[in-house]
Nanobody, 127 residues
Framework: QVQVMESGGGSVQAGGSLRLSCVVS?????????MGWFRQAPGKEREGVAA???????YYGDSVKGRFNISQDNNKPTLSLQMDSLKPEDTAMYYC????????????????????RGQGTQVTVSS
């Protein structure tokens, strides 16, 4: 059974940085997957933030390109999201999720549901 657990998050002023981490356990070494982050702010639809698949290809939402960086450590179960130059509009609940392909991330704003998801961690950016 795949399990997902986020950590990090918190409050920061605009222009600051935060780092989110996510432990994804249960995937076998030869399993194909796509893990990543999506976010949701109150009253807004879900938005794909960043994702990485099992061959190392990364994907970023347009609003975070050049500011956020997703990475996966050599032990693979840990996913990190480095968020720099944060803006108030980045304020949201951030969720780490995983599924077999990146289709869940690509269509997250259309109601796609990743098979595995964490409980979320709040990021608040003040102006």
């Amino acid at each position: 059974q795949v399990q997902v657990m986020e950590s990090g998050g918190g409050s920061v002023q605009a222009g600051g940085s935060l780092r989110l981490s996510c432990v994804v356990s249960g995937y076998g070494p030869s399993t194909r997957y796509c893990m990543g982050w999506f976010r949701q702010a109150p009253g807004k639809e879900r938005e794909g933030v960043a994702a990485i698949d099992s061959d190392g290809t990364t994907y970023y939402g347009d609003s975070v390109k050049g500011r956020f960086n997703i990475s996966q450590d050599n032990n693979k179960p840990t996913l990190s999201l480095q968020m720099d130059s944060l803006k108030p509009e980045d304020t949201a609940m951030y969720y780490c999720a995983a599924d077999a392909t990146y289709s869940w991330w690509l269509h997250i704003n259309q109601g796609a549901v990743p098979r595995f998801r964490g409980q979320g961690t709040q990021v608040t950016v003040s102006s």
